[in-house]
């Protein structure tokens, strides 16, 4: 295979690379690697993934189920609410706004 010297397309994945970059931005690849194909994983030594990983179990094993509100938290803010109504609509009928 020729030297690559950016501009142009990658010879690895076709991804163009601008001029003063030194390695493809969407393959890795680069001239240190001589435009491999593995150079986007070259000493990351990084595990395959297994083919049953459940995203979801693993979430709930490590973080957690979703806390759920109970029915009085999601109500006090409908009183809060309610009494604050009630404060600004007394003051206004007080200092003759309404």
Not at 36 to 42: I, K
Not at 46 to 66: H, I, N, T
């Amino acid at each position: 295979m020729p030297a690559f010297k950016p501009p142009g397309d990658c010879p690895i994945c076709g991804e163009f690379v601008p001029r003063g970059l030194v390695s493809c931005p969407a393959c890795g690849s680069c001239a240190n690697s001589g435009w491999s194909e593995e150079a986007g994983y070259d000493g990351l030594d990084l595990p395959d993934a297994p083919e049953d990983f459940d995203y979801d179990a693993f979430v709930e094993r490590e973080f957690g189920g979703r806390r759920k509100s109970s029915h009085l938290s999601g109500n006090l803010w409908w009183w809060v609410a309610l009494v604050l109504l009630i404060i600004i609509i007394v003051t206004g009928i007080k200092s003759g706004r309404f």
